[in-house]
């Protein structure tokens, strides 16, 4: 071996050891010749018990036809993403999901190469959540909400009128079992909005389920959503999926374009007979259940991008609501700010009683996102750092305080009309005096080394009623 061979060598199995998944490399005869300390953490063994061995011997529950290791190097095919259960040395259950594929030198086998990722703790988790769903489920009664409903259609506030048809329409047709699609960019509400759904259905007694889609893997997510039967794999028992628990209610499919192509064909077919089968059960079960779907792009481009089946979109596009991202909504903006405020100020024991005109000038043009999520949250920071009893701009978040500042420069850059500039630079001095003193003309005036009389002249010219939300102010004192 050269010298520039044996670097090389180093390098990739400095690489190798790096890797934040588990790796496993076999020769031709089966024997490990590379074994990472990720592999070994997750099939609970010593990177020294495993190397030099024949991977049968070191997990001696399998064999050559249930190895995936030894199969691709048969076969020649490589393998993505499936399950691997297996008993190692020391007679551990260990649970995998792999990806393997075989190595070839000059169009030979060589060997092969499994990329491991350890899903036991997961599942473990998902499994314990099916059963604690399963203990909590109530019976249907009349007229009884389920407790895991926090929000009504009414908990969607907006002031925008294309939002507040798209509420009536909803509360109208809540009351059809059809299945829904709900599409926006995530933080604009679409959980709140489904739960929402849920609450005005005749479904309102029964259960409400919610399942996001993205970041599960294809075989566990199936076993939740449709339920496992006992021995359909090692350590398997009789558990109900999320369609069984969801009988008599809704079921809450979030990113169902993130649902691996596969699994979408089999949601079809319990979206069109209503039966569902566990996984490794001959045994149907007949379930009566919503389900809506939602997804934070929009449905054409998820179809551009194969990311959903035709079909099911078709079987799911019975009813669709948009939701309007928070920047095409922008009277929401200030509407919102305020209401979160009120809601910080008993949270956080504070009294704070406005927002600075050129915060909410800045609100109103940022792009916002995040949506109304990252709106509440930046309300939830301002006050928090907040010394003053209204926010301002030195309040800001650290990146939005740089948004600012290169928006300002911008425009400083722009020549504008002097009696339009002047006028709007008096209107945020008005403002800006009016909240510093609770809204006491008087002292506003004072403030601003005005009379009194010229203040008020003021305030009819440019429209500023401080008791109209923008500036939400106690105290009052018009007749001083």
């Known amino acids: 071996m050269t010298?520039?061979?044996?670097?090389?060598?180093?390098?990739?199995?400095?690489?190798?050891?790096?890797?934040?998944?588990?790796?496993?490399?076999?020769?031709?005869d089966g024997n490990t010749i590379f074994y990472n300390e990720i592999a070994a953490r997750h099939?609970?063994?010593?990177?020294?018990?495993?190397?030099?061995?024949?991977?049968?011997?070191?997990?001696?529950?399998?064999?050559?036809?249930?190895?995936?290791?030894?199969?691709?190097?048969?076969?020649?095919?490589?393998?993505?993403?499936?399950?691997q259960s297996y008993v190692n040395l020391h007679g551990a259950q260990i649970e995998t999901i792999n990806t393997t594929l075989p190595i070839t030198v000059d169009g030979k086998v060589a060997g092969a190469v499994e990329i491991a990722k350890d899903y036991s703790r997961l599942k473990l988790l998902s499994e314990s959540l099916l059963d604690l769903?399963?203990?909590?489920?109530?019976?249907?009664?009349?007229?009884?909400?389920?407790?895991?409903?926090?929000?009504?259609?009414?908990?969607?506030?907006?002031?925008?009128?294309?939002?507040?048809?798209?509420?009536?329409?909803?509360?109208?047709?809540?009351?059809?079992?059809?299945?829904?699609?709900v599409f926006g960019e995530s933080g604009c509400g679409k959980e709140l909005f489904v739960q929402g759904l849920h609450h005005a259905s005749s479904r309102a007694a029964g259960?409400?389920?919610?399942?996001?889609?993205?970041?599960?893997?294809?075989?566990?997510?199936?076993?939740?959503?449709?339920?496992?039967?006992?021995?359909?794999?090692?350590g398997a028992v009789d558990r109900p999926g999320l369609f069984e628990l969801a009988d008599g209610g809704t079921l809450f499919l979030d990113e169902i374009h993130a649902m691996p192509i596969e699994?979408?064909?089999?949601?079809?077919?319990?979206?069109?007979?209503?039966?569902?089968?566990?996984?490794?059960?001959?045994?149907?079960?007949?379930?009566?259940?919503?389900?809506?779907?939602?997804?934070?792009?929009?449905?054409?481009?998820?179809?551009?991008?194969?990311?959903?089946?035709?079909?099911?979109?078709?079987?799911?596009?019975?009813?669709?609501?948009?939701l309007l991202p928070l920047r095409d909504r922008k009277e929401d903006i200030e509407f919102l700010a305020h209401h979160f405020m009120r809601g910080f100020n008993q949270v956080l024991d504070k009294n704070l009683s406005g927002v600075g005109e050129d915060v909410l000038a800045f609100f109103r043009q940022y792009h916002w996102p995040g949506n109304v999520r990252e709106l509440k949250h930046t309300i939830e920071y301002m006050m928090n750092v907040c010394e003053d009893h209204?926010?301002?701009?030195?309040?800001?978040?650290?990146?939005?305080?740089?948004?600012?500042?290169?928006?300002?420069?911008?425009?400083?850059?722009?020549?504008?009309?002097?009696?339009?500039?002047?006028?709007?630079?008096?209107?945020?001095?008005?403002?800006?005096?009016?909240?510093?003193?609770?809204?006491?003309?008087?002292?506003?005036?004072?403030?601003?080394?005005?009379?009194?009389?010229?203040?008020?002249?003021?305030?009819?010219?440019?429209n500023i009623d401080i008791n109209n939300g923008s500036l939400v102010c106690s105290n009052y004192e018009s007749a001083e």
């Open 133 to 181: 769903r399963k203990k909590i489920k109530q019976p249907v009664k009349k007229k009884t909400p389920v407790q895991n409903v926090q929000y009504t259609l009414d908990s969607l506030l907006t002031v925008n009128q294309e939002m507040q048809k798209i509420k009536k329409e909803a509360a109208k047709l809540a009351k059809s079992d059809s299945s829904i699609l």
């Open 207 to 234: 259960p409400f389920i919610a399942q996001n889609c993205a970041a599960i893997p294809e075989s566990l997510l199936e076993s939740i959503l449709f339920g496992t039967a006992k021995g359909s794999y090692t």
């Open 3 to 28: 010298e520039t061979q044996s670097i090389s060598k180093e390098v990739l199995a400095a690489i190798l050891k790096g890797i934040d998944e588990g790796i496993h490399v076999v020769d031709l």
């Open 263 to 322: 699994l979408q064909a089999k949601l079809l077919r319990v979206l069109e007979d209503g039966i569902v089968r566990r996984v490794g059960s001959p045994k149907s079960t007949h379930v009566d259940v919503r389900v809506i779907a939602a997804m934070n792009i929009h449905p054409v481009e998820a179809l551009e991008r194969n990311q959903i089946r035709t079909d099911l979109f078709y079987r799911l596009n019975v009813l669709t609501f948009g």
């Open 390 to 462: 209204f926010l301002k701009a030195e309040d800001l978040p650290v990146i939005m305080k740089q948004q600012l500042q290169k928006d300002e420069q911008a425009v400083s850059l722009k020549v504008q009309p002097l009696k339009a500039s002047m006028e709007e630079q008096e209107k945020a001095l008005i403002k800006k005096a009016l909240l510093e003193t609770n809204g006491n003309i008087k002292r506003a005036a004072k403030l601003l080394e005005v009379p009194r009389q010229t203040l008020q002249y003021k305030l009819a010219k440019y």
């Open 43 to 83: 099939d609970g063994l010593e990177v020294s018990e495993v190397i030099g061995r024949p991977v049968l011997k070191v997990f001696p529950s399998l064999d050559k036809e249930t190895s995936t290791l030894l199969k691709v190097m048969k076969t020649k095919k490589p393998i993505y993403n499936q399950t």
